[in-house]
């Protein structure tokens, strides 16, 4: 009877305790993190190891049972890439191409990656060398692999740790070669102190129809220091306009054929915050330190432009302009006032001489302006969107700021010809979205080219609390954005004795 009494009481406890047990093993399975360990697999060779196995020709059967470790340096998160992700270790890169897509989700950039590479293929595409499922029978001969299927990617991919420390290796153009074994080939590099060309500032990564390849360069032999940036137009980023300064990038290098490439992840690996490059277009900023400022020309052919002058080409109400044509490459030659060509130059100022005055005198003369000369269409020869522009580093503790210049109408030879209408506008940051027209004294800019025409016109421009303690940089442009009108020859135009001041 005892013993029956507690096997009665004893069993419905006992129930309870096992089904809280239980309750408490699946509480405990719900929240398990991912697999952040080792998972069980040992590399037992490197990525440099395998790439060595491919010189050329056909793709290579691995048949041996080979197992790479790496680390994801690059995945399609932002659409960059697509159907492959990157990888490397401390001896290279290499890329591994996956069917399907949203691989970020299982091969995020970081995680350690175990390839089991028996069964998989290693060839190329013009270059790069890749690790896919099969051979690619319309690019055999040239080394073209297929993707590795889904239902397969078990069978030779296994997940690793999250986070891995991934440092890019800082390098230069110049180290980064276009052979198969390349080391730096699909790893994660640096190049510091680089920008955009000049050429391609008003461009969106990518274009519309079409994957975007963009020149990025150094300041030092900008001709030879550059490499291609390569951005697909399925990527998330591809409708936003290039980054406008000059500083570090961080990037996956690759190279197809003889072309070095260039992939980001995404923006945030642009790194481009510092003023671009001094060029002869221009460099650097106004500081407002004691009022006024002023600014001639005079050491033009010295000195170049001084700093914090710009001249822009392509410039619109929305974009500041690309860097513009300077006539010869520099302004040390002085150039005559009915010199036609295209380009900014260094000028007589007005100032001191007649329409008469003659290329001898003209280039004798000390005081220079910076002049322009507009040709053909906005594409071929700025017209319109010829700009002076200045750069002010910022206006912070400044009130009432001034605006003072010459603005020279200077080739008086020939027939009547076409006017140039200017205006004056700002707009702020390193690449101002919109700029805002101001009135100016006079009402109405214009230079033009042609007997009479001969002109040094005193300019001035009330900002009134407008630009007042302005944290960050300002520019103000002199800016041609609407066509000359007329026929005939464009004029001259020269901008001199330029001042800023506050109160």
């Known amino acids: 009877m005892i013993m029956n009494k507690y096997k009665t009481w004893i069993s419905p406890l006992l129930l309870m305790v096992v089904a809280g047990l239980l309750v408490v093993s699946c509480q405990k399975k719900f929240e398990e993190p991912p697999v952040t360990g080792e998972p069980g697999v040992v590399a037992n060779t490197s990525i440099k190891d395998i790439k060595l196995r491919y010189t050329g020709g056909n793709p290579v059967e691995i048949t041996d049972d080979v197992i790479l470790e790496g680390i994801v340096s690059c995945d399609d998160r932002s659409g960059n890439y697509y159907q492959q992700i990157a990888i490397q270790d401390a001896t290279g890169g290499i890329l591994l191409r996956i069917a399907g897509n949203n691989h970020y989700n299982n091969f995020p950039v970081g995680r350690q990656v175990f390839v089991k590479c028996k069964g998989l293929y290693l060839g190329q595409y013009n270059g790069t060398l890749q690790l896919g499922g099969g051979i690619d029978p319309a690019f055999a001969s040239q080394g073209g692999v297929t993707l590795i299927a889904n239902n397969l990617q078990d069978r030779y991919l296994v997940k690793g740790a999250l986070n891995q420390p991934l440092v890019p290796q800082v390098v230069t153009v110049s180290q980064l070669t276009t052979s198969l074994q390349d080391k730096y080939v699909s790893t994660l590099v640096k190049l510091e102190g680089f920008q955009f060309s000049s050429n391609d500032l008003s461009k969106n990564y990518a274009d519309d129809d079409q994957s975007g390849n963009r020149i990025i360069n150094a300041c ?10 390569r951005t697909s137009n399925y990527c998330n980023f591809a409708t936003l306009r290039v980054a406008q300064g000059n500083g570090d990038i961080i990037g996956v290098y690759s190279f197809f054929g003889s072309t070095k490439q260039f992939t980001i992840r995404d923006t945030t690996d642009v790194r481009f915050y510092n003023p671009r490059c001094p060029t002869a277009a221009g460099g650097g900023s106004i500081s407002l330190t004691t009022s006024p400022v002023t600014i001639d020309f005079d050491a033009l ?9 710009y001249v822009k080409q392509d410039a619109s109400s929305t974009f500041i302009g690309n860097e513009a044509t300077v006539y010869n490459n520099n302004f040390t030659a002085p150039t005559a006032w009915n010199q036609t060509s295209l380009g900014f130059k260094n000028f007589a100022s007005a100032t001191g001489l007649t329409s008469a005055a ?5 280039n004798a003369s000390t005081n220079r302006a910076l002049g322009a000369r507009q040709t053909g269409t906005a594409t071929a020869g700025g017209d319109p969107g010829y700009a002076f522009a200045f750069q002010l580093a910022n206006t912070t503790g400044k ?7 010459l603005l020279q109408s200077l080739d008086a030879s020939g027939t009547l010809g076409r006017t140039t209408t200017w205006r004056v506008d700002y707009g702020f940051g390193d690449d101002p979205s919109n700029f805002t027209t101001v009135t100016t004294i006079p009402a109405s800019l214009t230079t033009t080219f042609g007997p009479g025409s001969f002109a040094s016109t005193p300019v001035t421009v009330n900002f009134g609390n407008t630009l007042d303690n302005i944290n960050q940089k300002v520019w103000i442009r002199v800016v041609a954005l609407a066509s000359t009108t007329g026929g005939g020859n464009r004029p001259s135009t020269g901008i001199d004795d330029v001042k800023f001041s506050w109160n």
């Open 220 to 229: 030092t032999n900008p001709t030879t220091n550059r490499i291609t940036l």
């Open 358 to 362: 003659t290329s001898t005198v003209q």
């Open 301 to 309: 052919g010295t000195t170049g432009l001084p700093a914090g002058v």
């Open 399 to 405: 009130s009432n700021l001034k605006f003072e210049f």
